[in-house]
């Protein structure tokens, strides 16, 4: 095969030398547009599971990156005055011009031929080539030229940054925040070689202009940056090595992905690769080990299916197919903490204490968790969770394990939750004229003694007309409320739970049949009439809702402030207001579901009008020294639907109003929503609406262990974490999750204290494989 390798960064460098070393016969040709030593940058990180798998693949060029590396273990922040420092964190750094020299000189002696100082202008300019591996970098010409078959997706991201290096050497990957008058910039610093760090600046767009950034030479930033950073860099001096560069330097990070990767042009198969294909931030340092693995994998499907040129088509499929799956997971590890950068300073750098702030920068790819951090440094972790579980109002003593996070109290008006799980809020389709009865005594009393600190119910319905379902619990008359008495009672009793009743009105998703019948579809017959902020039906099976007027409005305020009057007076210790999945308060919140055009309609505050004016009439009605919660669906996974920034300002009024929490949930106001699940896919809307609107917050969504639970509180992403269907699989779930991390000081309700013991000794044999 005639292979050619248009640029000759990472990726073109190590494909040619690894197809060349197993395949001698093939004649490959890498084309650089610079000359051989000639780079621009400073140092790149690499991780040893990267070079593990170079070590496998070509011995020789790893022996010789791995003695040109540099490690280390200590990550450490300058933040506030304050020095922190955690260590296991495994980071190998080198310089690029180093790395690439080293395989260049590998490809020379392999017999790739180089070919420096010629700018390609086309794949077309080879018209020999069998393969042509596009390897030329984020700003792929090749790539551009085929843009229709490539179809990259580029977004510029907001934030500013400047590559510069130091002679100044750190021991740890440092990183350093520097507030200024016109916002926070940023230091990533690490060392790379005897003589060199890489010290790369960033800013928001704001800053930088407000700074006058833009307008001065790259002398004039590295002066200013020289200043501000001054105290980290002790001395030592900034420098550029990208001169070639117009203007400031400043650049934004283009993050790319491509819909396909290769194409045949005729004559030859053009393949993407490396930065021309895809992009990871900085801020996870991944881009070098990604355009590694991916001449790692592409050498690796030639190997296993062949190197005749007809296999040529099968092979690329299989590299796309690959590869696609495991830059996927990069790219968003990346993306968060790329998003952890880009928000630091309106969103934690002003909020969180340096403790705090340490771990939410430690943790931001949510990648690293709290257990995952005990294995890198237990000594840092657990004096983190002991400075938690003080302020949390715990007696620690030093050098103790104490609680985790999870399983610290938090106290609220005059509530105290013996720890921060809930059992979120759900609907069970299994009253008759929504009262309490024995299903419920059980189910919600198993949970009660499962251990979280506060048990919701599920939506509990404020007039007859206001249920999902004939199933749905209710509490518009005294019989409703004498059940919910025995059920509070009980959970007082005989657990250390609390209670949380949500009060909520179906608005136009009512009149339904129960969810295993058929979820969202119209009964058979007995339907009742629906209201809703606008005329518009969920389904288009489903019955069209009347826009609600004055008097329905006043109607539906009295029955919430009744419902409430009655949880008040059955000893419910916590009250929730759903304005969340499309029922009617949230009708009126999303401008999918809310069209009107008076006071009740269009813009943010005339939409929360109506849910405010509940909401401050059942506020006046119960007790003052009792929380309550608003659960809001925080995006609408739909175009023109309400994104985490509305339900931002939603959050603000109703904090303004007294609101003492915010439920951060999302979705099911309309039909046509495409959310975007995964693993804690919902506690960005929490982290956003707690440290932007300072209010404490409820996440929730898939979560599903106590290592989610911890990493999320001990980063401050939340205050509480509400657990659904894992508290349907388990009532116990808070048991067992602590007793999965080791945790023996929960106690266990004392008729069941016997089991305890033993679960913990099968759980901790199991672990040892004994
Ligand atoms: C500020 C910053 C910090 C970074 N830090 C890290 C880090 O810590 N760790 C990490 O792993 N990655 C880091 N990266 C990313 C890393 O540099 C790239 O992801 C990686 O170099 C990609 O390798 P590549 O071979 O695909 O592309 P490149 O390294 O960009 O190589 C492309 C090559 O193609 C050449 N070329 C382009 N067009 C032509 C043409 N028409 N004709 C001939 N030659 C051409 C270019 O001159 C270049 O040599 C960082 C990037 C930035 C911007
Ligand atoms: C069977 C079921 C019923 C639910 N009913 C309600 C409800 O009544 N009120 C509510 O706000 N959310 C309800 N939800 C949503 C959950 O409270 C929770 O937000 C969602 O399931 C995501 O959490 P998870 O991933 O832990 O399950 C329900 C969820 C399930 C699975």
Not at 285 to 294: Q, V
Not at 648 to 674: H, P, R
Not at 749 to 770: H, I, M, V
Request: hydrophobic share 40%; net charge negative; with cysteine.
């Amino acid at each position: 095969m005639r292979i050619v390798c248009i640029g000759g960064g990472p990726a073109g460098l190590y494909f040619g030398l690894l197809m060349k070393k197993f395949h001698p016969e093939h004649t490959i040709t890498v084309v650089e547009r610079n000359k051989p030593y000639d780079t621009f940058g400073w140092g790149v990180v690499f991780s040893d599971a990267t070079m593990e798998s170079m070590k496998v693949w070509d011995p020789q060029s790893a022996a010789e990156i791995q003695q040109a590396f540099n490690h280390w273990d200590d990550i450490e922040v300058w933040f506030k005055g304050t020095r922190q420092r955690t260590s296991g964190h495994g980071f190998v750094g080198i310089g690029r011009k180093k790395l690439l020299n080293i395989l260049q000189r590998r490809c020379e002696a392999l017999g790739v031929e180089l070919q420096f100082e010629t700018d390609v202008d086309s794949d077309l300019d080879f018209p020999d080539a069998d393969l042509i591996i596009a390897s030329d970098g984020l700003n792929s010409k090749i790539r551009e030229h085929y843009r229709d078959i490539f179809q990259p997706d580029m977004v510029t991201r907001p934030n500013r940054y400047i590559w510069l290096g130091t002679d100044k050497l750190y021991d740890a990957f440092t990183f350093d925040f520097r507030k200024t008058d016109h916002g926070w910039f940023q230091a990533h610093i690490y060392k790379f070689d005897e003589q060199t760090s890489t010290f790369i600046i960033e800013t928001t767009e704001e800053a930088y202009q407000a700074h006058r950034l833009g307008e001065m030479d790259q002398q004039g930033s590295i002066d200013f940056c020289q200043s501000l950073f001054a105290e980290v860099l002790d001395g030592g001096e900034l420098r550029t090595n990208a001169r070639h560069l117009r203007g400031s330097a400043w650049l934004n990070f283009n993050r790319l992905i491509c819909g396909n990767w290769s194409h045949f042009n005729g004559n030859s198969h053009v393949v993407l690769m490396g930065d021309a294909a895809h992009t990871a931030h900085f801020a996870i340092g991944s881009g070098t080990k990604l355009a590694i693995d991916d001449a790692i994998e592409l050498t690796n499907q030639f190997e296993k299916l062949g190197h005749d040129k007809d296999k040529i088509p099968a092979v690329l499929d299989a590299y796309e197919e690959i590869r696609r799956v495991d830059v996927a997971r990069i790219q968003n590890a990346a993306r968060n903490a790329m998003e952890w950068f880009e928000v630091v300073g309106e969103r934690y750098a002003d909020t969180l204490e340096p403790k705090q702030f340490m771990y939410s920068m430690l943790t931001r790819s949510q990648r690293i968790s709290h257990e995952n951090l005990r294995l890198r440094d237990r000594t840092w972790l657990e004096g983190y969770e002991r400075w938690f579980a003080r302020k949390a109002g715990l007696e620690v003593k030093d050098g103790e394990r104490c609680l985790p996070p999870m399983f610290t109290p938090f106290t609220v008006r005059g509530v105290t939750l013996q720890n921060r799980v809930v059992v979120s809020p759900m609907a069970m389709y299994s009253a008759t004229d929504g009262l309490i009865d024995d299903f419920h005594m059980v189910h919600l009393g198993a949970r009660a003694m499962g251990g979280a600190g506060l048990v919701f119910a599920e939506m509990t319905c404020v007039s007859p007309d206001a249920r999902i379902t004939p199933g749905c619990l209710g509490l518009w008359n005294e019989e409703q409320a004498a059940g919910w008495k025995r059920f509070v009672d009980f959970a007082h009793a005989k657990s250390g739970a609390k209670v949380g009743i949500q009060i909520g009105h179906a608005g136009r998703k009512g009149s339904t049949k129960l969810a295993w019948q058929g979820i969202d579809q119209p009964l058979e017959d007995g339907n009742w009439p629906l209201i809703s902020a606008s005329a518009i039906a969920y389904r288009p099976d489903s019955q069209v809702p009347k826009a609600m007027d004055r008097a329905d409005m006043d109607r539906v305020t009295a029955d919430f402030v009744s419902a409430t009057k009655r949880a008040a007076e059955a000893g419910a210790d916590w009250l929730e207001l759903h304005c969340a999945h499309g029922y009617l308060l949230s009708s009126f919140l999303s401008p999918l579901t809310n069209q009107r055009t008076d006071e009740y309609g269009g813009n943010h505050a005339n939409r929360a009008r109506y849910p405010l004016e509940v909401f401050a009439a059942v506020r006046a009605a119960w007790p003052a020294d009792r929380p309550i919660s608003v659960r809001l669906s925080c995006h609408d996974w739909t175009d023109g639907g309400n994104l985490p920034e509305d339900a931002a300002i939603f959050s603000q009024m109703f904090k303004d109003a007294g609101a003492d929490l915010i439920d951060c949930s999302s979705g099911q106001v309309s039909k046509a929503e495409k959310p975007v699940y995964g693993r804690l896919f919902q506690t960005p809307f929490s982290d956003k609406i707690r440290n932007e609107i300072h209010i404490p917050t409820i996440a929730v969504g898939a979560i599903s262990e106590a290592d989610h639970a911890n990493s999320i509180i001990a980063a401050g992403r939340a205050d509480l974490c509400a657990v659904a269907r894992p508290h349907l699989a388990d009532p116990d779930w808070s048991l067992h999750e602590a007793a999965k991390i080791g945790l023996t000081q929960i106690a266990w309700p004392k008729q069941y204290a016997s089991a305890k013991y033993q679960y913990e000794a099968n759980l901790a044999r199991a672990a040892t494989g004994k």
